[in-house]
């Protein structure tokens, strides 16, 4: 599994006209899902984005977390980024996971950040999406839960 944070003064999804999710400060993740994700994946990513210590403490120092300032997690779903662009021009897809079981662990990953933390909004799988965000900092961290980075 992979996710992409970063921290968002606001941020906001946008389908067929309508916003169907925004939130203030807080986290905007991009979430792709590959093949043989678990369980245990979806819980190392949760816990690393309701966790990561991103936010400003009195010293300016990066040292609390979404709990810690009462920020929002926006989730997005985004299959690319499985994608492979190593060969060629055309990225391949094949490491990520096929889309119907995608969209029931994305459903499920929602509930469980939901669990962890008390405000948490997401995006619509397999909507042609329109995401708008503020990156503050900028700060962008990148999460892969086979410790590939």
Do not use: W
Request: aromatic share 8%; with cysteine.
């Amino acid at each position: 599994m992979r996710a992409v944070a970063q921290r968002v003064s606001r941020a906001s999804i946008e389908v067929g006209g309508a916003v169907v999710a925004e939130i203030g400060g807080g986290i905007a993740a991009l979430i792709g899902f590959g093949r043989g994700d678990t369980a245990a994946d979806l819980d190392y990513i949760a816990g690393k984005l309701t966790g990561l210590r991103i936010f400003a403490d009195d010293g300016g120092k990066m040292n609390l977390s979404l709990a810690d300032t009462g920020g929002s997690l926006l989730l997005v779903p985004q299959f690319t980024l499985y994608g492979d662009a190593r060969r060629g021009r055309r990225p391949s897809y094949s490491p990520a996971l096929e889309p119907a079981a995608a969209s029931a662990m994305f459903d499920e990953f929602v509930a469980l950040c939901s669990s962890k933390h008390p405000v948490v909004r997401a995006g619509i799988f397999g909507a042609d999406m329109r995401f708008e965000l503020v990156n503050e900092g900028p700060v962008t961290i990148l999460l892969d839960s086979t410790g590939l980075f």
